[in-house]
């Protein structure tokens, strides 16, 4: 191994991370990827380090965020590159001896969050939960959440760099450490059932990768209206994509609404729809609005992660000069937790972008949710990455409070997900389509549900400090020289 180029080496253990991500999904790969990640910032200094890991991590995000180039080709240069950097950063804070051991799976943690969470709210795709979502010990993220997830995946893959090195005890060590996290995540709790609905998720059809406003408003209503022909009665709850009922003004002031009222009454059935509502040339609402069975408009939630370079265009007039193809109108982000209230039950609800990030899915369980819908857009997307993405995400939000999970889609995927994280029911893309299921009413929080992401933070900053202390004991130095 040692005879291949280091940068070969660093290109390797990107690129099997990447494959290791939806749509391929060969989790193992990162495990491998992670492996060789160890090997190559052993017994190296604090900028060596950060060189490799950048560009590990350069080889594993720019062709897992490689959707981005359709919306911002220069934002995603610059994301691929700064996303990169975060792990560098922590890679560097990352000691070199056998305190490493401790410290990256901590480093790789904060370096996650960091890029979840910001510039402009961050992009939490092509993320390691992700690519383990497949695996048995996914569970344990309704202890502690995805971030728990990443730090078990990277001592996984240390664990096999030390089987590679015969470092039998260090090895056994890492793996019966997630053995046992993984064992008190199936004991720890996830909710009990309190009924059940049936359930439809409208999916209209159409081509994919397609933009609004190259696209008939009115033609992408009555596909939906269409689809929902198909729809097998009695149901008790319909779901709609996002923004499929695009209109200028209030929603309940436009044709739609008395379209969408009697489709709620002929159905007997509560009806939720994603709605766009123009309120200015520049700003526009995009909610979810809940109907009941007479056909009342009964709840609405404003979609409050809203999607950079997407929804809303930062730095908006310096981004003008660089690109003409660039929303003209910015989304109005609302605010508060993801719950809308209604006859058939209590959801939480996450509007499309909103399924990556997993303190919006617990936001509404929080608050009483019993089942957790997506109405969601990915038409516009190009390739199946973000959608693929997407239902990986969903299945960890179900896995992480507990609850079933429902999404609609107008060009697909549309799914059906199970508090395990199993995918009962998913579509084509493009297909015009109904998914019809039972799925449970649960309440009762899972240990994720009360804690969020606070202890993995607080314990990752710990565990760096504690990496250091190991790493100077074992090298017999008071400092150690980088």
Sequence with gaps: MDRIPVAVRCAVAGALIWLSLPPWGWWPLAIVGLALLDDLLSDTSWAT???????????????????????????????????????AVGAAFTPPGDGRRVAL???????????????????????????????????????????????????????????????????????????????????????????????????????????????????VFDRHLAASELIEQPVDLVLWPENVVNVDGPLLENVEHIELQALA?????????????????????????????????VDRFDKVRTVPFGEFVPLRSLIEKLSSEIPGRDAVAGSGPGMIDTPAGRFGV???????????????????GEAILNPTNGSSYWLTIVQTQQVASLRLRAMETGRWVVEAAPTGFSSIIDPDGTVHQRTAVSEQAVVHGTIELRTGDTWYVVVGFWPMLIGSIIALAAAWAIDRQHSGQGTLSL
């Design 105 to 219: 799976p901590a480093a790789m943690v904060i370096a996650e969050l960091c890029r979840w969470s910001f510039p402009f709210g961050g992009v939490p795709l092509a993320t390691l939960p992700q690519s383990q979502v497949d695996t048995p010990w996914a569970q344990v993220v309704r202890i502690a959440g995805p971030l728990l997830l990443a730090a078990a995946t990277v001592v996984l893959g240390q664990a096999l760099a030390s089987a590679a090195r015969r470092q039998v005890r260090p090895a056994a060590v890492g793996t019966a450490l997630v053995a046992v996290v993984w064992i008190v995540a199936l004991l720890a709790p996830s909710g009990e059932v309190t009924g059940s609905l049936d359930v439809a998720a409208v999916q209209g059809g159409g081509p994919q990768r397609t933009r609004a406003e190259d696209t008939d408003d009115r033609v």
């Design 49 to 87: 380090r950060a060189r490799r890991m950048w560009l590990v991590a350069l080889c594993w995000l720019a062709p897992g965020m490689v959707w981005m180039w359709d919306l911002t080709p220069p934002g995603y240069l610059l994301a691929s590159v700064v996303y990169a950097g975060y792990f």
């Design 265 to 297: 009454r002929a159905l007997d059935a509560t009806l939720v729809v994603g709605t766009v509502e123009t309120i200015s040339d520049t700003a526009f609402l995009n909610a979810a609005v809940a109907y009941g069975p007479d056909g009342e408009v």
């Design 350 to 368: 996450v509007i499309s972008w909103e399924a990556f990030f997993a303190n919006r899915g617990r936001s509404g369980i929080a608050e009483g």
